[in-house]
């Protein structure tokens, strides 16, 4: 039997308002210094180009519009997302035991900001060309949603989350507390107690996507002794009513979302085998004559 053949994601076709992004820059680390809005652009430039036909040696256009955040007519806002994503390392471990060191952005062009429908002209590193065209795990990112978090923890979180949604045989995934940490983009410096963590980092970031996201998403801190070393993460996908929901909040203004989405339920639609777990544990045992 011949052995099936995998789907690159050079040859996936994005749609307008979804971009197909692959696994290589989802999974990225040491992005802890990259803003909101510098890791939005990380998508948004990949999209771009993506839309265009990714090819070695070629630059591609984004509208400079197309990089700011809703409601927001700065610049410079813009320009810095653009700098630190030229000074941002992608570190890769390659299949022969090298380490692949590329930019995330190489050289650019960006039209008078003054000028209306300006355009920024990029390109990326053929290192970076050479290491996606062998990409086949991606996630699709719906770029409303991507633009309508406030959280760059969210959007970390919502990437990786959006790589494993659409596994059939998978629901759940554990990281060590660690491992969790680096993939959200914390310093290492902030946010050193589990506490800190969850109420600046995890809930603010779990309840953003849970209100805007075409999936839902728990999270369990799991510990030894007193202490938290791993998170389980769980998903599903929304039904056709939270699907409309989400979509109506993306809609609203930024003001007041926040009081309003912390008010909002989302429980998964099958209890999780952690919760199942504990329920077990709480019942009586039965007596034996």
Known sequence: MAEKQLTLTFDLKPRAGEAIKPAE????TGHHELTLNA?????ILWHSAHMQGIKEGRDYTVEIDDLKP??????????????ALMRALIVIKLPDGKTRRVQFLGGNDMDDPDRPAGVMTYSFDKRLIDLLQKSTIWG???????????S???????????????????????????????????????????????KHVIKPAVDEINALAPFGMTLQPLKQGKRVTE?????????????????????????????RIMTIEHAPPVASPNRLARKARKRPTPKTS
């Open 25 to 28: 820059l989802i999974q990225i």
């Open 39 to 43: 890791r939005r652009a990380i998508t």
């Open 70 to 83: 809703d409601g927001h007519k700065g610049f410079e806002m813009v320009e810095e997302a653009v700098e």
């Open 140 to 150: 699709k990112i719906a770029i409303p949603v991507l633009m309508s978090f406030t």
């Open 152 to 198: 760059k923890y969210a959007i970390s979180l919502y990437e990786n989350v959006a790589q494993l949604v659409n596994l059939d045989y998978k629901h759940s995934h554990k990281y060590t507390l660690e491992e969790f940490r680096e993939m959200l983009g914390v310093p290492p410096e902030k946010y050193k107690t589990f506490g800190e963590l969850n």
């Open 231 to 259: 998170i389980t993460i769980g998903w599903w996908q929304k039904d056709d009513e939270a699907l409309k929901a989400a979509w109506e909040e993306i809609q609203r203004s930024r003001a007041g979302r926040r009081s």
